[in-house]
């Protein structure tokens, strides 16, 4: 083998009972804590679409709601136009 060692045929492990029982103590304990955050991220995701399905039916509300469009006011264009026009001129013959 590339790092130095010979193959091995076969490989037996062997560990203690107290050293099996306490990594399986481990492993439930893991699986507990998973399985509270599973339970709170699910309450989570819950929440979220639910929150998700108000504000697509307050989208549908608003867009079934009509709006009376403002629109661009000509006329008051018109008068603002003059009325700065009236004070030009009246500017330029008072100097």
Do not use: H, M
């Amino acid at each position: 083998k590339p790092d130095g060692y010979y193959p091995i045929a076969s490989e037996v492990k062997t560990i203690s009972k107290t050293e099996y029982d306490r990594t399986i103590k481990e492993y439930e304990k893991t699986i507990q804590e998973l399985n509270k955050e599973l339970e709170v991220a699910e309450s989570k995701a819950t929440t979220l679409e639910q929150a998700v399905e108000k504000i697509t039916e307050e989208n549908t509300d608003l867009k079934n709601k009509t709006t009376p469009t403002t629109g661009f006011n000509f006329k008051l264009f018109l008068a603002g136009v003059l009325t700065g026009i009236v004070l030009i001129i009246f500017v330029k013959f008072r100097l």
